[in-house]
């Protein structure tokens, strides 16, 4: 599902009316429908609801208008306050705003602030209002009249449906502008938009629902559209039920260089992942002083002792060993745990790019590489990194809330730049791509910010890759099977009690699910 900006809204409506031929006001006609069934759902009984309709004089008003008569065929008697004068609105809202007058619904003009104070009454005492005020197009804060109204808006028990987008929140940001109403539920028309899906503007949004409003599917398969939304459905051909004539090399033989003297835990946490997430073999390398607490980790887990640091961390003089290791291997991981010891950061400097297949590189291994970028187009094989945001930041020289607040122009720009996967771990983890496109994770929860996570995250990647599926669907799977996990997992366990073995502990299930589905 793609997730668009405003001006690629605009171009998509534009190329429906003015190429394809589908007048604007079907399309009115069918957001409106389209919000009226959500309002239809939360309440059965309308017809005893006090309905107010708080409309713009643009289309997120004609949006409205349609509303209103729809639910007055059902029975409602919604009143709407118009926020502008009758004379102002145009186009296909004011042909819906002439058919709402000629059926007789109230409409209340109000045009500035001193009109407001006799009209808002009508939010304040309503069961429902549904905010038509302003759409996606708002680029800058709501003053006066607008702010006012917002205030009132929010200042009201009543349940609030927000149409398109909630009034005051541009649609291009997740940053909030200025004052803004705080859904308990937006319908958006036809995809979401960037303020739906982060917050803090998502905080404002409530619940969310897509409505289609009937514009062609292939107007949103454009090579320009890079951003989406990772659908579950998408991902059926990685989780489809295995095939019987198979065995355990079928599904690949991971190799993970993790681990270092009170770091045991992070190697032997992803190589349990890569196991639970279908890997039919998983060697961990680490430096021999630790190798038998991680070999205690999980029977079915190999092991492999390299040589170590007096720190008990992999020294450089493991590299030869290392690279004997990688043949036959279908996907590597390098660094949960592994420590930034400077013999260490050699040995992984060299092993890098001897490495021929998928890589993936998380935790340490980033850090390391963060002093020798150039690395990275060094490698021959696919290599996707997994940072947390301060990792990312390490990695571009940004700080850790410059990487927050500018991540979805960040991300695909490293990615790109170094021709490798990005996976920017944290809420709505952004899967970006060599080619540009950036996906978003739906799945996951603040559960999941534990120690060890991520290492679960890297080890599940390492299998999906080993299984031989191609870039980006490897990783989406992943990523959204890990947080789904981690969704099971707070379910079973609560939020606050979940650990990173929970996860592994919950993927099964979750893989059980998607099998299903």
Not at 44 to 71: E, S, W, Y
Not at 117 to 141: M, N, S
Not at 261 to 282: D, F, I, P, Q, Y
Not at 328 to 337: D, E, F, Q
Request: proline share 6%; hydrophobic share 50%.
């Amino acid at each position: 599902m793609k997730i668009l900006t405003s001006a690629e809204m605009r171009e998509i409506d534009r190329a429906a009316i003015e190429d394809i031929g589908i007048p604007g006001a079907v399309l009115m006609e069918n957001a409106g429908l389209r919000i009226v069934r959500a309002i239809r759902r939360r309440f059965p009984d309308l017809d005893c609801q006090r309905i107010v309709i708080v409309a713009g004089k643009g289309n997120n008003g004609g949006d409205g208008f349609v509303v209103a008569r729809h639910l007055a065929n059902s029975g409602a008697r919604p009143a709407i306050l118009l926020l502008a004068g009758k004379d102002e609105v145009k186009g296909d809202a004011a042909v819906n705003l002439a058919v709402a007058l000629k059926m007789g619904l109230p409409v209340t003009e109000v045009r500035d602030p001193a009109a407001w104070k006799k009209a808002r009454q009508e939010v304040l005492k309503a069961a429902i209002v549904v905010d038509a005020l302003f759409g996606t197009g708002l680029a800058k804060p709501l003053e006066g009249l607008y702010a006012a109204a917002v205030e009132d808006i929010n200042r009201s028990e009543a349940f609030k449906i927000a149409v398109d987008i909630p009034s005051g929140l541009s649609s291009d940001t997740f940053e909030t502008i200025g004052p803004s109403v705080a859904a308990d539920l937006t319908v958006t028309l036809a995809a979401p938009k960037i303020a739906h899906i982060f917050p803090p503007a998502a905080d404002r949004v409530g619940e969310l629902i897509v409505a289609p409003i009937g514009l062609p599917a292939s107007l949103f398969d454009r090579a320009e559209l890079k951003l989406e939304m990772i659908e579950e459905a998408a991902l059926a051909p990685f989780f489809a039920r295995r095939k019987r004539d198979t065995h355990k090399g079928t599904y690949g033989h991971v190799l993970i260089f993790a681990g270092s003297l009170g770091k045991s835990g992070a190697a032997a946490l992803a190589g349990r992942a890569a196991l639970r997430m279908g890997a039919g073999l998983v060697t961990v390398a680490t430096a021999a002083g630790v190798l038998p607490s991680v070999a205690r980790g999980m029977a079915e887990l190999m092991t492999e002792p390299l040589a170590e640091t007096p720190e008990k961390t992999i020294g450089a003089a493991a590299l030869p060993r290392a690279v004997a290791l990688l043949k036959g291997k279908s996907a590597v991981l390098a660094g949960p745990g592994l420590s930034t010891h400077p013999s260490t950061a050699e040995f992984l400097l060299g092993l890098l790019p001897k490495i021929k297949g998928p890589c993936v590189i998380d935790a340490d291994g980033l850090n390391i590489v963060a002093a020798r970028p150039g690395t990275l187009r060094a490698m021959a094989g696919p290599v996707v990194l997994t940072p947390h945001p301060g990792e990312f930041a390490r990695l571009i020289g940004r700080t850790a809330e410059d990487v927050l607040r500018h991540r979805l122009e960040l991300a695909p720009e490293f990615a790109v730049r170094n021709g490798v996967t990005l996976v920017l771990k944290g809420h709505r983890t952004l899967v970006a791509g060599p080619d540009g496109r950036v996906f978003v994770n739906p799945t996951g929860n603040p559960g999941m910010a534990t120690g060890g996570s991520g290492d679960v995250l890297g080890g599940m990647i390492a299998a999906g890759l080993g299984q031989k599926a191609g870039l980006p669907e490897a990783v989406l799977a992943a990523v959204y099977a890990h947080g789904l996990a981690g969704d099971v997992a707070a379910e079973r366990l609560s939020q606050r009690a979940l650990v990173a073995g929970d996860i592994i502990r919950c993927l099964p299930p979750a893989l059980r699910a998607l099998e299903d589905a």
